[in-house]
């Protein structure tokens, strides 16, 4: 597969086909913020912080960074105006599900998100999907996975196998934007209170 050239915030990028927006920027240190993407696993799109601006034959649009492909004389804006504010409200939100999140404090910080502009939901998750992903892409276990959907999804740890795989793995910890601590009181909560919801446990 031949290279493909596009711009990057005015700078020339060379990429092989195939390879992501994310994937070309990161190669010429061009930074694009994630929350859910993890270079072990399979682009996922959750987040859609790394969203960024294109325009291809005139045309504009926002698209995620870690999901879209590279394109001949494709160009790449990481840091409009719309993009800025999409990015702003993107931690505004997730904020409230995680407010002491360093990482995503950080980045609020650099955005102006405003932490307090949504009310706390503080579930400490914000469904990255990295913890699952892993488990299942890299270790081929399955212990844990989403249950519900739209505003009751969340994550869960499947108590027989979490009780048989997870304390000597923990390697999907690290992995998580919001705690560490966070993931270990999931999974302690899992192995000590099997059949009790996690609000009537803690």
């Known amino acids: 597969m031949g290279d493909i050239t596009l711009e990057i915030d005015g700078k020339s990028v060379e990429a092989k086909e195939g390879t992501t927006v994310l994937e070309a920027a990161r190669s010429v240190d061009i930074f ?7 270079e072990m696993l399979e682009p996922y799109g959750g987040c859609r912080l790394c969203t960024v601006e294109v325009e291809s034959r005139g045309r504009k649009k926002l698209v995620a960074s870690c999901l879209y492909p590279v394109e001949p004389d494709l160009i790449v804006r990481t840091r409009t105006q719309e993009v800025d ?14 407010p002491d999140s360093v990482r995503m404090n950080e980045l609020a910080a650099e955005y102006g998100a405003d932490k307090d502009r949504f009310g706390k939901e503080a579930s400490f998750c914000i469904l990255c999907g990295l913890c699952v992903r892993y488990c299942a892409e890299v270790k ?3 212990v844990i996975g989403f249950v519900d959907q739209g505003a009751k999804r969340e994550i869960n740890f499947i108590p027989e196998l979490a009780a048989q795989h997870c304390w000597d793995c923990k390697e999907c910890f690290p992995l998580c934007p919001t705690s560490y601590l966070q993931a270990a ?13 996690l609000e009537k446990a803690s």
């Open 185 to 197: 009181f999931h999974l302690t909560h899992t192995i000590a209170f099997p059949s009790l919801p």
């Open 85 to 98: 504010k999409v990015r702003k409200l993107i931690l505004e939100f997730l904020l409230a599900h995680a």
């Open 32 to 38: 694009i913020p994630t929350l859910c993407h993890n």
């Open 140 to 142: 081929k276990l399955n």
